[in-house]
Each structure stands twice: as structure tokens, then as C-alpha cells.
């Protein structure tokens, strides 16, 4: 596989790699994101009902990501990302990831609507509502 993307070109490698490291900073940020959830029991950005299916999902993308990184140099023998690469892919594929969560659970939560007549500001609002939901609520008691 290596051989038949070198001969297309060092340009091709390096995008190869560059969309493998981003994708996995992808997966292993949502696994940190829910783990983060699950332990602050912001009900709102969770994926899952119950804490211990976030748990297991963190596990899950957050180990197996790490082990393709502690690995990378056996998996990717040719070609690297420089440091300054790293850091803006880095940055981007964590902000896709935060923005992929408050999509994906809202979508997956819409009922979770929070307490009535009390808003809550910040990410406690999270706690009982939707990251939609909890938008509405602050924008339209501000009328």
C-alpha cells in the first residue's frame, strides 16, 4: 500500500498522513469529550444513557487511539508531520470533534429539555438540557 502512494507522489503520502492524524485525534477526542461528560454528569453532551456505556466508549477510541499513536513509526515508516502541521490539525480535528458532540447529542438527546422557569447559565445548564436546547433557553429569556 506504501508503495503503490509513493509512486503517486511524496504530495500524496504526506496527505495520507495527514488525514490519518486527524481522524484519529477525531475519534480519540470524542472519547474524551464523553468521558468528560460522564464524569460531570453533564447528561446533555452524553452519547449514551448510562455512564458506564460513555465509559466504555472512551475506552474504546480513546485506547485504541493511543495504540495506533505509541505505534505510528510502525505503521507509517515513511514520511512525518512536522510540528506546526501537527498543531493546526491538531486544533482542527479537536474543534470538529467538539462540534461533531454538541451536534450528535443534541440530535440524540432532543427531548432533554431541562427545568422549567430555572435557567442555568454555563455548562451546568448541560446537566438537564441539550446544547440546542439549553441555546434557546438563554437567547429567548433574554427577550
Not at 76 to 93: D, H, V
Amino acid at each position: 500500500m506504501i508503495d503503490i502512494l509513493w509512486t503517486l507522489g511524496p504530495e500524496t503520502m504526506m496527505l495520507t498522513l495527514a488525514v490519518k492524524y486527524s481522524c484519529l485525534v477525531f475519534i480519540g477526542v470524542l472519547g474524551v469529550l464523553q468521558a468528560a461528560a460522564a464524569y460531570n454528569g453533564l447528561q446533555g453532551l452524553l452519547f449514551f444513557k448510562h455512564k458506564r456505556s460513555a465509559y466504555l466508549w472512551t475506552l474504546f477510541t480513546t485506547g485504541s487511539t493511543l495504540g495506533v499513536f505509541f505505534t505510528w513509526n510502525y505503521h507509517s515508516p515513511t514520511g512525518i508531520i512536522e510540528g506546526s502541521q501537527q498543531a493546526w490539525m491538531f486544533t482542527l480535528s479537536a474543534f470538529g470533534s467538539l462540534l461533531f458532540t454538541l451536534a450528535v447529542s443534541s440530535l440524540l438527546k432532543y427531548r432533554l429539555r431541562g427545568p422549567n422557569g430555572n435557567f442555568v447559565r454555563g455548562l451546568e445548564a448541560l446537566n438537564h438540557s441539550n446544547f440546542v436546547n439549553a441555546l434557546r433557553a438563554r437567547y429567548e429569556g433574554k427577550k
